[in-house]
């Protein structure tokens, strides 16, 4: 589940009126000139350009290799030795999770040729269970589908992550509390590890969902190695729920006042400044003003509820690999029950919602800035530093979220990053939070996250995936860690990234508990962590320029970037951007190095906004109404590549199918192949195109 505290995210305090300038006027997007509608194809078209089972991601059926492991700080299945392994995937969210099963074979096809190799289900937990006195039964028509969805995956070669705890209902009575109503699902997150009753409701369900028998595979969940990766509890951490029920629930309380009279019997002067009778109002994002004391109780909270947790696991014979802790804030204290996951996960988010007037309800605000520009840190830069590097790292939810006007940089930043630092595996939130948007017939306005109502959030998975999950841009070696020593947990209490973690764009980072395990890279102890003396690349094969607010990316296979207007080059490709800001690149399809490829994607991204969307003003910063339909922002590229025999190459436009549409008139200029792109075209907007030989 999304969190509240993230990159990017800004707490709103005032009403969207008072959000709102005296002078300004609403903003509501029209088709039109400006505004272009979209044909929504969400099934891809075998053998077209968009078709990206062809890349080989996959190899059916999963599990055929074995379990996973950790091998050197990276993945690899048992049975194919020495050969690293990469995720990449989408969440599927409540109802999605269950969908008939030929919708189940459709979604699967449908992921397979997107390029997807994995899946995570999540918020699925509470509708796997009925009624009933402890609330545990799996109900058999939804675990039915489910089975077969995840059967599905399987025979075409998706793995599959989820987690034993997000958003299932649990009564207080059912977990001994006489008491009426429901307990807040980030107050039962903390309950687990401080309350027996609360910690044998998750310990049940886990045995009940890891025991069942998958009828369509003859597996149980807990032997089943396509369920490879396994979070013991969503977005867990004290600091979730800290003003949702923890700071003031007694059971809480009474933990907190036992671990501080141990730690104040062996040394009475332990932590003067803290009371024992209350915990602190706040426990902020950056951990500012927590005591250390605070942050240790969690800390080793969290160490000994998730050895238990893994433990219970591998008693129900259970190998798939475990983590925990994936929503931070990754403060020192807590960094130490890493050393008991399989793997380190994370969640980001840029432009995530804030809500100020109701949780989940319009009006909400998001910041609505170009990323690139200004002095603030580059999105996902602070992730790089929450990796401990003796494992795998993977972020199993990450956007660049609607109706956000730079989300569609999103997928290239973020495989590039994820490239570069040499990541394990990544996840898009979400696909769908229903199965009644799974297919064409329900086309909506683009949300928050579904990237099945956001052609801008899926085009950008294919840059995601070409230089990530095919490895088109190659990991870093030299770098730095953080070492979080000794001091660091008695006196540093704060979030994993440094002020300079933009330095994770030059040069490899991550963190260790200590410098044995930093892998070679040079170590800063984190209480004094210094400037590494470096920040964004300006020159290269990667290279930013925050004036202008734009960067640039070259790798033999893949080139491209983004700029507000104005020129892009990236080796082979020169781009004029016109008319609205842009993400431009160009992939190989067939495996060759981009002049002499016979086959490339060109995409042309700009903005996706529903028909009648409405906004506080033209900086759409505060979201009044969503709209209907999807509509593309009119903008126009020029278009330069350099191939060998040019003359050669046709260009065509793509519907979102990857069916070819009309030929774009292309010439030969200087031995480059030249054309122009422009979003309308006059069959609707285009974003995809195909050159080939």
């Given at each position: 589940m999304p969190r509240l505290h993230v990159i990017a995210a800004v707490a709103a305090t005032a009403t969207a009126a008072a959000a709102m300038s005296i002078d300004a006027a609403p903003y509501t997007v029209c088709a039109g000139e400006e505004w272009i509608p979209l044909e929504i194809h969400r099934d891809i078209e075998a053998g077209s350009a968009l078709d990206f089972s062809l890349l080989g991601f996959t190899d059916a059926p999963a599990g055929k290799y074995g379990w996973l492991k950790n091998a050197g700080g990276h993945f690899e299945f048992e049975k194919l030795p020495g050969r690293p392994q990469r995720f990449y995937?989408?969440?599927?969210?409540?109802?999605?999770?269950?969908?008939?099963?030929?919708?189940?074979?459709?979604?699967?096809?449908?992921?397979?040729?997107?390029?997807?190799?994995?899946?995570?289900?999540?918020?699925?937990?509470?509708?796997?269970?009925?009624?009933?006195?402890?609330?545990?039964?799996?109900?058999?028509?939804?675990?039915?589908?489910?089975?077969?969805?995840?059967?599905?995956?399987?025979?075409?070669?998706?793995?599959?992550?989820?987690?034993?705890?997000?958003?299932?209902?649990?009564?207080?009575?059912?977990?001994?509390?006489?008491?009426d109503g429901v307990v807040d699902n980030q107050l039962f997150k903390?309950?687990?590890?401080?309350?027996?009753?609360?910690?044998?409701?998750?310990?049940?369900?886990?045995?009940?969902?890891?025991?069942?028998?998958?009828?369509?595979?003859?597996?149980?969940?807990?032997?089943?190695?396509?369920?490879?990766?396994?979070?013991?509890?969503?977005?867990?951490?004290?600091?979730?729920?800290?003003?949702?029920?923890?700071?003031?629930?007694?059971?809480?309380?009474?933990?907190?006042?036992?671990?501080?009279?141990?730690?104040?019997?062996?040394?009475?002067?332990?932590?003067?400044?803290?009371?024992?009778?209350?915990?602190?109002?706040?426990?902020?994002w950056d951990c500012s003003g927590i005591d250390p004391a605070v942050a240790m109780w969690t800390g080793e909270l969290e160490a000994k509820m998730v050895a238990r947790m893994k433990a219970h696991l591998r008693s129900l014979g259970a190998k798939a690999l475990v983590t925990n802790g994936n929503s931070g804030p990754h403060y020192a204290a807590l960094q130490l029950a890493t050393d008991a996951y399989d793997y380190i996960d994370d969640h980001f988010y840029v432009d995530h919602p804030a809500f100020p007037e109701k949780p989940w309800s319009l009006p909400s605000k998001c910041p609505n800035v170009n990323p690139l520009a200004g002095d603030r840190p580059v999105p996902p830069s602070f992730q790089a530093f929450v990796r401990m590097?003796?494992?795998?790292?993977?972020?199993?939810?990450?956007?660049?979220?609607?109706?956000?006007?730079?989300?569609?940089?999103?997928?290239?930043?973020?495989?590039?990053?994820?490239?570069?630092?040499?990541?394990?595996?990544?996840?898009?939130?979400?696909?769908?939070?229903?199965?009644?948007?799974?297919?064409?017939?329900?086309?909506?306005?683009?949300?928050?996250?579904?990237?099945?109502?956001?052609?801008?959030?899926?085009?950008?998975?294919?840059?995601?995936?070409?230089?990530?999950?095919?490895?088109?841009?190659?990991?870093?070696?030299?770098?730095?860690?953080?070492?979080?020593?000794?001091?660091?947990?008695?006196?540093?209490?704060?979030?994993?990234?440094?002020?300079?973690?933009?330095?994770?764009?030059?040069?490899?980072?991550?963190?260790?508990?200590?410098?044995?395990?930093?892998?070679?890279?040079?170590?800063?102890?984190?209480?004094?962590?210094?400037?590494?003396?470096?920040?964004?690349?300006?020159?290269?094969?990667?290279?930013?320029?925050?004036?202008?607010?734009?960067?640039?990316?070259?790798?033999?296979?893949?080139?491209?970037?983004?700029?507000?207007?104005?020129?892009?080059?990236?080796?082979?490709?020169?781009?004029?951007i016109a008319g609205a800001p842009a993400t431009v690149w160009v992939s190989s399809l067939d495996g060759a190095d981009l002049p002499k490829s016979r086959r490339i994607l060109l995409t042309h991204a700009t903005d996706v906004q529903g028909d009648g969307a409405k906004y506080a003003d033209e900086q759409m910063k505060t979201t009044l109404e969503w709209g209907t339909r999807p509509l593309a922002r009119s903008g126009s590229a020029r278009i330069e590549l350099e191939l060998e025999r040019p003359e050669k190459y046709a260009v065509f436009g793509l519907s979102l199918s990857g069916a070819r549409k009309e030929r774009i008139p292309a010439c030969v200029k200087d031995g480059r192949l030249c054309f122009e792109v422009r979003t309308a075209s006059p069959r609707g907007a285009r974003m995809f195109y195909e050159i080939v030989r």
């Open positions: 995937g989408v969440n599927l969210c409540g109802t999605a999770n269950f969908p008939d099963h030929a919708l189940a074979d459709v979604l699967v096809a449908r992921f397979k040729r997107l390029g997807y190799n994995a899946i995570r289900l999540h918020h699925h937990d509470g509708g796997m269970v009925k009624g009933g006195a402890d609330g545990l039964a799996l109900d058999p028509v939804a675990m039915d589908r489910f089975d077969y969805l995840v059967a599905a995956a399987i025979r075409e070669g998706l793995y599959v992550t989820t987690d034993l705890y997000v958003s299932r209902r649990v009564e207080w009575r059912q977990i001994g509390v006489d008491r903390a309950l687990c590890a401080v309350y027996e009753p609360a910690y044998r409701n998750w310990a049940a369900y886990a045995e009940k969902f890891l025991c069942h028998v998958n009828k369509y595979t003859g597996r149980r969940y807990a032997d089943e190695p396509a369920l490879a990766l396994i979070s013991l509890v969503n977005e867990g951490g004290f600091f979730m729920g800290w003003k949702r029920g923890v700071r003031d629930d007694p059971r809480i309380l009474a933990s907190w006042r036992e671990w501080l009279a141990a730690k104040r019997a062996t040394d009475p002067s332990f932590a003067p400044g803290v009371s024992a009778d209350s915990l602190p109002e706040n426990f902020p590097l003796e494992k795998p790292f993977t972020v199993t939810e990450w956007n660049f979220s609607g109706p956000g006007r730079y989300r569609g940089m999103g997928g290239i930043l973020t495989g590039a990053m994820a490239a570069l630092q040499g990541w394990d595996g990544m996840w898009r939130f979400a696909y769908s939070h229903s199965r009644d948007a799974l297919g064409d017939a329900d086309v909506k306005s683009p949300g928050y996250f579904d990237l099945a109502s956001d052609p801008l959030a899926q085009a950008g998975e294919r840059a995601c995936m070409c230089l990530f999950l095919r490895g088109d841009m190659k990991p870093y070696g030299d770098g730095v860690a953080l070492w979080y020593t000794p001091e660091s947990v008695e006196s540093a209490v704060r979030n994993a990234g440094p002020s300079w973690r933009d330095v994770a764009w030059s040069m490899r980072t991550g963190s260790c508990l200590s410098p044995e395990g930093a892998g070679g890279l040079c170590t800063y102890r984190r209480e004094t962590a210094k400037d590494a003396a470096a920040g964004l690349p300006t020159a290269g094969a990667l290279r930013f320029d925050r004036e202008r607010g734009s960067f640039a990316m070259e790798t033999p296979r893949t080139c491209g970037g983004f700029a507000p207007s104005g020129a892009i080059a990236a080796g082979p490709l020169g781009v004029e």
